[in-house]
């Protein structure tokens, strides 16, 4: 079984300061990992997948994350955020057979401040 | 295209009642799949499908039921409803791909049940 870590819940940062927000998973089993995106009373939307090859994945809306497999990490990042990055964050992975259930961690909320 | 769509937006209910929360989609996926969104909890798949007459338990299938007579349609069903249920709804489907395809993510339907 496959398990996501986001240790943050929130993180506050001002507008066009960087950003990382942290994944950690754990998996008996090779693993597929994503980053989806939340903004108020909508449904998710995929920012980025890793699923084999170059462990830098970049995504949507400048954001990139880099695979680690070492450290099971999958985080995050952005060189320069904006206030309409403000949203939901989740980590999620799922296994690499058949249909893909995701398991989600429990969310970063983003607050980009002017 | 309309996507994934989903019905009611919004819906009370009391302890012990039924209902069903409609899902649709137009982009002739073969996969969908329910999740749950809890505070704190991220989401959690409940039941999904791999194509019209087929479908699965995910992690947390008790208490609600689903079937998929067509490629387009996978209603999720409560027989009595409980407080345990309250919970943001989300309806998801994806193409049958060779590789983890891209899950599309409905609006979400927001349920209390008192």
């Known amino acids: 079984a496959q398990s996501v870590t986001q240790l943050d819940s929130q993180v506050p940062v001002f507008e066009e300061a960087p950003v990382e927000l942290r994944c950690n998973y754990s998996?008996?089993?090779?693993?597929?990992l994503f980053w989806y995106v939340q903004y108020p009373n909508q449904g998710l939307q995929l920012l980025l997948k890793?699923?084999?090859?170059?462990?830098l994945v970049k995504g949507i809306n400048g954001f990139e994350a880099e695979f680690n497999k070492s450290q099971t990490s999958f985080h995050l990042r952005k060189p320069s955020v904006h206030i309409s990055d403000t949203a939901e964050y989740f980590c999620?992975?799922?296994?690499?057979?058949?249909?893909?259930?995701?398991?989600f961690g429990t969310g970063t909320r983003l607050l980009v401040s002017p | 295209n309309a996507g994934v769509t989903q019905t009611p937006k919004f819906q009370v209910l009391k302890t012990g009642q039924s209902m069903t929360l409609q899902c649709a989609q137009d982009?002739?996926?073969?996969?969908m799949s329910w999740y749950r969104q809890d505070p704190g909890m991220g989401l959690r798949l409940i039941h999904y499908?791999?194509?019209?007459?087929?479908?699965d338990q995910g992690e947390v299938p008790n208490g609600y039921n689903v079937s998929r007579s067509t490629t387009e349609d996978f209603p999720l069903r409560l027989l009595s409803a409980a407080p345990s249920q309250t919970s943001v709804y989300f309806c998801?489907?994806?193409?049958?791909?060779?590789?983890?395809?891209?899950?599309?993510f409905g609006p979400g339907t927001r349920l209390l049940v008192l």
């Open positions: 998801a489907s994806s193409h049958k791909g060779r590789f983890q395809e891209t899950q599309y």
């Open positions: 998996s008996s089993v090779s693993v597929y």
């Open positions: 890793y699923l084999s090859g170059s462990t």
């Open positions: 999620a992975v799922s296994d690499n057979t058949g249909f893909q259930k995701l398991v």
């Open positions: 982009m002739n996926h073969e996969y």
């Open positions: 499908s791999v194509g019209a007459g087929i479908t």
